[in-house]
Structures are given as C-alpha cells and as structure tokens.
C-alpha cells in the first residue's frame, strides 16, 4: 500500500468511524424528539449472542401498542466512546439490553440471561414516574405527591413542596400523581400507596432515589427539606434510572 493509499484508507476510516458515531447519536436523539422508547443493545462482538439479544428487543418492540425502536450500539468500536461513557457500559456484562425512557434517560436494563421482551416492556416507564427518574438523572431530589381529586388540601401541601424545592435552590421538583390516574397504577403499588388515604400523601426521593420521608398529609416545609437532603442508604428506596428494577422498591 503506498502512501496515497493509506492516507485515503485512513480518510475512509475515519470518516467512517464518525459516521456510525453520529448516526448511533442521531437516531437516539430522534427517538426522543418523536417521544419513542429505545431497547438499546450494547455488544462489543457480533455473533450468535448479539443477534439474539438485538431479537429479543425486537420482539419487545412488537409487542408495545406505541412506537419504539431497536438501536445496536458496538462498544468496542472506539468512535462509540462517548455513549459508552455516557451509560456506564465500560465493564459492563455484554450483551445488555437497556431501555431509555422516551426523554432519553436509562430506565434499567437486562444482561442477556435475564432478558425477555415482556421484563424490557415492562420497564418502560409510566408518564409520571418517567418525570422521577429525569430529575434524579440530573441529581434532583422529588417531592412525589399522591392525591385524589376530592382531596381540599393538596394545593396547600403543593405550596409547601414549592417552598421546600426553593429552599433547595431549585435543585428538586414536585411532581404530582393521582390515586385515579390507570397509568400509574403499577408505579403506586410500588409505592405501596394506601388508595384508600383520606389526605394527600407526600413521598420525598433524595437525589440517590431513595424514599427518605413519607408524609400523610400536611408537613413542616423544613421536614420536607431535611428529608430531601438526608445522605444515601444501602436499603431501600425508589430506584433510579439505571437500576435493574423499573419502580420502586
């Protein structure tokens, strides 16, 4: 190979890594942009093993009454990096199916031997609890409202949660769900939320995703902001993105 040829063999290779790169990115960000789910399959070598992982997604894929899509991604292709990097792939047990939200953060994710297309549907989050996992994403903490309609004093719990997410700097949000929305119905019984609750029933995260503070009810604002900064456990808690586990626990 003389030197023309090897400086166009490199061009050609090159603009080919930055190609993949950009079109693995891309068809990300236009997922997110359409609202779609994506079943992410990270592998670092073809074969047997990668295709069955890229079916099963597939599979997952055909089940849901929404639109989603199936991404490859090639960790050991070096122009892929940055998403290698960006979900935590390096060292990570290959292949791995990971389901980003519609918002584009990870949700959770299945090694090969625990995967089946029902566990990734399943995984996707609900509306609300997909407004939990962003926040905790960009390390907010959230105050998680349950309420009914009938319920009078939620606005005034609302205002108290405002107040406490100032306090924080902004640096926390309130997010409300209601015992009578059907698409929440799996996200509360994780909660094990009493449906039968005469009050609104506030669940503070702390930025780790963990339930630190259960209130029926009205509280103090400064009880809500000292459970908001309370430091991570090893026990318990509402998982955040990236777990095994959608929900919480």
Same mark, same amino acid.
């Given at each position: 190979?003389?030197?023309?040829?090897?400086?166009?063999?490199?061009?050609?290779?090159?603009?080919?890594?930055?190609?993949?790169?950009?079109? #693995?990115?891309?068809? +990300?960000?236009?997922?997110?942009?359409?609202?779609?789910?994506?079943?992410?399959?990270?592998?670092?070598?073809?074969?047997?093993?990668?295709?069955?992982?890229?079916?099963?997604?597939?599979? *997952?894929?055909?089940?849901?009454?929404?639109?989603?899509?199936? +991404?490859?991604? /090639?960790?050991?292709?070096?122009?892929?990096?940055?998403?290698?990097?960006?979900?935590?792939?390096?060292?990570?047990?290959?292949? &791995?199916?990971?389901? &980003?939200?519609?918002?584009?953060?990870?949700?959770?994710?299945?090694?090969?031997?625990?995967?089946? *297309?029902?566990?990734?549907?399943?995984?996707?989050?609900?509306?609300?609890?997909?407004?939990?996992?962003?926040?905790?994403?960009?390390?907010?903490?959230?105050?998680?409202?349950?309420?009914?309609?009938?319920?009078?004093?939620?606005? /005034? +719990?609302?205002?108290?949660?405002?107040?406490?997410?100032?306090?924080?700097?902004?640096?926390?949000?309130?997010?409300?769900?209601?015992?009578?929305?059907?698409?929440?119905?799996?996200? &509360?019984?994780?909660?094990?939320?009493?449906?039968?609750?005469?009050?609104?029933?506030?669940?503070?995260?702390?930025?780790?995703?963990?339930? #630190?503070? #259960?209130?029926?009810?009205?509280?103090?604002?400064? /009880?809500?902001?000292?459970?908001?900064?309370?430091?991570?456990?090893?026990?318990?808690?509402?998982?955040?993105?990236?777990?095994?586990?959608?929900?919480?626990?």
């Amino acid at each position: 190979m003389n030197k023309t040829q090897t400086i166009m063999f490199l061009f050609f290779l090159f603009t080919g890594l930055i190609r993949i790169n950009a079109q #693995t990115v891309a068809e +990300i960000e236009n997922a997110n942009k359409a609202c779609k789910p994506v079943f992410l399959v990270a592998y670092n070598a073809g074969g047997a093993d990668a295709d069955k992982a890229v079916s099963i997604a597939n599979a *997952a894929k055909s089940t849901l009454k929404s639109s989603s899509i199936v +991404i490859k991604l /090639n960790t050991s292709d070096a122009a892929n990096s940055a998403l290698v990097s960006k979900y935590r792939l390096a060292g990570a047990p290959l292949p &791995l199916i990971l389901v &980003l939200d519609k918002n584009g953060t990870p949700a959770g994710g299945f090694e090969l031997k625990d995967a089946t *297309a029902a566990k990734l549907v399943e995984m996707i989050p609900s509306p609300k609890y997909s407004e939990v996992i962003k926040a905790l994403s960009v390390g907010k903490s959230v105050y998680l409202v349950v309420y009914k309609e009938s319920m009078t004093s939620k606005k /005034n +719990i609302m205002d108290n949660c405002e107040i406490a997410c100032r306090k924080l700097d902004n640096k926390s949000i309130t997010v409300m769900v209601s015992m009578d929305d059907k698409n929440e119905t799996k996200f &509360l019984k994780s909660l094990a939320c009493d449906l039968n609750a005469k009050e609104p029933v506030t669940y503070v995260v702390n930025s780790s995703g963990q339930v #630190t503070g #259960t209130y029926n009810g009205m509280t103090d604002v400064n /009880n809500l902001v000292s459970s908001a900064k309370k430091a991570p456990t090893k026990a318990g808690g509402c998982c955040p993105g990236g777990s095994k586990a959608g929900g919480c626990k």
